[in-house]
């Protein structure tokens, strides 16, 4: 089983930066992503982010093109989210999740974190 915790959230204002971590624990099977969801209240769970494990290739979706950027340590099984020029509208909870799909969808990512609040403040 595969178990995954994020870290790294906190309250920043519009314009600053976070950097997000996800460890992964447990059995790990390959190939197969790991990707960064959120939800705000209210809406329903986007994508943002994720990175296939074996070559390192990355896809985002267009909201957050060209401020965040995606990474992996394969030696610690950990995944992390750059987070820059922050908006407002980026406040949510982001989730860690892991797929063996190439797909944008979650509910075809099997794996979740528990989530981390990240607040930007205009």
């Known amino acids: 089983q595969v178990q995954l915790v994020e870290s790294g959230g906190g309250v920043v204002q519009a314009g600053g930066s976070l950097r997000l971590s996800c460890a992964a624990s447990?059995?790990?099977?390959?190939?197969?992503?790991m990707g960064w969801f959120r939800q705000a209240p209210g809406k329903e769970r986007e994508f943002v982010a994720y990175?296939?494990?074996?070559?390192?290739?990355?896809y985002f979706t267009d909201s957050v093109k060209g401020r965040f950027t995606i990474s992996r340590d394969n030696a610690k099984n950990t995944v992390h989210l750059q987070m820059n020029n922050l908006k407002p509208e980026d406040t949510a909870v982001y989730y860690c999740?892991?797929?063996?799909?190439?797909?944008?969808?979650?509910?075809?990512?099997?794996?979740w974190g528990q989530g981390t609040q990240v607040t930007v403040s205009s």
């Open positions: 447990g059995r790990t099977f390959s190939p197969y992503r």
């Open positions: 999740a892991s797929t063996n799909r190439a797909t944008t969808m979650a509910h075809l990512y099997n794996y």
């Open positions: 990175i296939r494990w074996s070559d390192g290739s990355t």
